[in-house]
């Protein structure tokens, strides 16, 4: 209990990066507005960061040529700030641009939740974990899940070179929540340095710092191929059903 309180005093802000075209799922449509269980996938993953009350605003990065966003913007409960930005060329502009925004609301020591529009079935269960975990972190981290799978390492011609040690190997999945002036700083440097980073993490890690690893649920899947949207309707269907 003392540690909720310790955390109700400080803000959280979620970014939510919605520019991509999604190339492995071969649809017309971007990934994130694929229907899933009568909804686009993108309202889930939103729906859930508006719904939480932790959260104080939701920034969503949309590409320029999006035609379909105003749609879902007048499906979400306006019950907080709602603010949309023009994404970029990678995920990692998109949420660059979605920082630089936030800067108009959030002060540099609040929290920012970096939240894949792609991954709609986050639970406030696990949003609930992260910001207890890393309420008193002095860096911040990310939701994780560890490899299950035996890894084998490639060569060229598709022959494996190698069985590589999991024992310390980990998915990174989203949210990922870090201090938006040092999330800021340290993805702008990694940028600027040509890293195109995949996720926050790793512009942290490459200004030195060692985000924490919190396990998450291994449902909180990304819609990547076109079977996840199967596997992703299963999973909020089972939720509906159980509660
Ligand atoms: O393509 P990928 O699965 O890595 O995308 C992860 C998330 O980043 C998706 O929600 C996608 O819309 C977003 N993204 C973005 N801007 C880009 C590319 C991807 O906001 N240029």
């Not at 959260?55 to 990065?61: C, H, S």
């Not at 980073?197 to 990547?224: C, F, H, Q, S, W």
Request: glycine share 6%; net charge neutral.
């Amino acid at each position: 209990m003392e540690r909720r309180n310790a955390v109700s005093s400080v803000r959280h802000w979620a970014l939510v990066p919605a520019a991509g075209i999604g190339k492995r799922m071969g649809s017309a449509i971007p990934k994130q507005y694929l229907p899933l269980a009568g909804r686009p996938v993108i309202a889930h993953s939103l729906a859930t960061l508006m719904d939480y009350p932790r959260i104080a605003g939701v920034v969503v990065a949309i590409s320029a040529e999006d035609e379909r966003w105003p749609m879902i913007a007048t499906e979400l409960t306006a019950a907080k700030p709602l603010r949309v930005v023009t994404g970029g060329a990678e995920r990692c502009h998109s949420v660059l641009n979605g920082l630089e925004a936030l800067h108009a609301w959030a002060a540099p020591s609040d929290w920012v939740l970096v939240h894949d529009a792609a991954r709609p079935c986050l639970t406030a269960g696990d949003l609930d974990r992260l910001l207890v975990e890393l309420a008193n972190d002095p860096v911040g981290g990310l939701l994780a899940i560890p490899v299950r799978d035996t890894l084998k390492q490639a060569d060229a011609a598709g022959r494996i070179m190698a069985t590589v040690d999991r024992s310390h190997l980990w998915h990174a999945l989203t949210p990922q929540m870090f201090r938006l002036g040092i999330l800021h700083e340290t993805l702008r440097a990694a940028l600027a340095r040509g890293l195109l980073v995949t996720d926050e993490a790793a512009a942290m890690e490459a200004a030195g710092y060692a985000p924490r690893l919190i396990e998450g649920r291994a449902d909180n899947l990304k819609i990547t191929r076109p079977e996840d949207l199967a596997l992703a309707e299963f999973y909020l269907a089972h939720r509906a059903a159980t509660g």
